[in-house]
């Protein structure tokens, strides 16, 4: 790594680097540039990007509560969608370029991922996985997250997925 990881809010800035990521590492299941878009653009969104890069490289030091501009190279991130009045969020994609990987890097985005979600009431986390996908169900594991069912043919080459869900301490606002 050239230097120190910053995490942020993905933005809108962000959407190519993570369609190149997403076709890199999920093949036919990968997310395109429109649902990407429309992922990050939904209300309901919680997205977090890890980037190589310290204050001294931002070009424009990210704003509270405002957009988060994009000024490096995306290392990682994770976007989960919930619904309104759901205490539910589904994590759609989550993905760390496969040479910094077994860094922290996933760990961190999935922590930081959590405290958001608890910050805005959300009790449970719930994902998809490639029964094929050892390191991914094991990763999960090692951060909570038990199975709760599987869906046979899920995946377009008729991989089953495994459904895992994490409950998690909602931080109460006082």
């Given at each position: 790594?050239?230097?120190?990881?910053?995490?942020?809010?993905?933005?809108?800035?962000?959407?190519?680097?993570?369609?190149?990521?997403?076709?890199?590492?999920?093949?036919?299941?990968?997310?395109?540039?429109?649902?990407?878009?429309?992922?990050?653009?939904?209300?309901?969104?919680?997205?977090?990007?890890?980037?190589?890069?310290?204050?001294?490289?931002?070009?424009?030091?990210?704003?509270?509560?405002?957009?988060?501009?994009?000024?490096?190279?995306?290392?990682?991130?994770?976007?989960?969608?919930?619904?309104?009045?759901?205490?539910?969020?589904?994590?759609y994609?989550?993905?760390?370029?496969?040479?910094?990987?077994?860094?922290?890097?996933?760990?961190?985005?999935?922590?930081?991922?959590?405290?958001?979600?608890?910050?805005?009431?959300?009790?449970?986390?719930?994902?998809?996985?490639g029964?094929?996908?050892?390191?991914?169900?094991e990763?999960?594991?090692?951060?909570?997250?038990?199975?709760?069912?599987?869906?046979?043919?899920?995946?377009?080459?008729?991989?089953?997925?495994?459904?895992?869900?994490?409950?998690?301490?909602?931080?109460?606002?006082?």
């Open positions: 790594m050239k230097g120190p990881i910053r995490y942020r809010s993905t933005s809108l800035e962000d959407v190519s680097q993570i369609e190149e990521m997403e076709k890199t590492y999920f093949l036919e299941e990968a997310f395109g540039r429109r649902q990407i878009r429309y992922l990050l653009q939904s209300p309901n969104a919680i997205a977090l990007t890890a980037e190589e890069g310290d204050r001294s490289d931002w070009a424009h030091p990210p704003q509270a509560g405002g957009p988060a501009a994009s000024n490096g190279k995306v290392l990682g991130y994770i976007i989960g969608l919930g619904r309104r009045g759901s205490s539910a969020v589904r994590i994609t989550f993905c760390v370029r496969k040479d910094y990987r077994l860094k922290g890097i996933g760990t961190s985005l999935l922590q930081r991922f959590e405290r958001g979600c608890q910050r805005r009431g959300v009790s449970n986390l719930i994902l998809e996985v029964e094929d996908n050892s390191s991914a169900l990763f999960y594991k090692r951060n909570g997250f038990v199975e709760f069912s599987s869906v046979p043919g899920y995946y377009s080459d008729g991989t089953t997925a495994v459904r895992m869900r994490k409950v998690i301490t909602v931080i109460s606002r006082q």
